[in-house]
């Protein structure tokens, strides 16, 4: 089954303007787009210019951007929060070892 493309609203924006001046069929094939898409971005535009191509709930592409990078930055803490524990964790084995060969 293939994936469905997800046009931003951006893309969409310009692709319009470019029926401005170009045929509809030059500008589906110059972004390889299907050609049934163009008369249901007009309408949605022509209904409502402000809110066209609002995403239907899903994030803007700098909001997702944001998002990844708190996701990395968490992660980023997690990990850093691991790798102490675990070299105090080596440190308490390392000095445990010296201890017992000291007694030896």
Same mark, same amino acid.
């Given at each position: 089954? %293939? *994936? ?9 924006? /310009?692709?319009?303007?470019? $029926?401005?001046? &170009?045929? +509809? ?16 971005? %007009? *309408? ?9 191509? /609002?995403?239907?709930?899903? $994030?803007?592409? &700098?909001? +997702? ?40």
């Amino acid at each position: 089954m %293939r *994936k469905r493309r997800v046009y931003m609203r951006d893309f969409k924006l /310009s692709v319009l303007r470019e $029926l401005q001046t &170009k045929n +509809a069929a030059e500008v589906c094939r110059e972004h390889g787009i299907n050609p049934s898409l163009i008369p249901k971005w %007009r *309408k949605e535009y022509r209904e409502n210019p402000k809110r066209a191509f /609002s995403g239907k709930g899903n $994030l803007w592409k &700098k909001d +997702a951007e944001l998002e990844r990078y708190k996701r990395l930055l968490g992660e980023s803490y997690a990990e850093i929060d691991f790798l102490k524990k675990t070299a105090a964790r080596l440190q308490e084995l390392i000095a445990e070892e010296e201890r017992m060969r000291s007694l030896r």
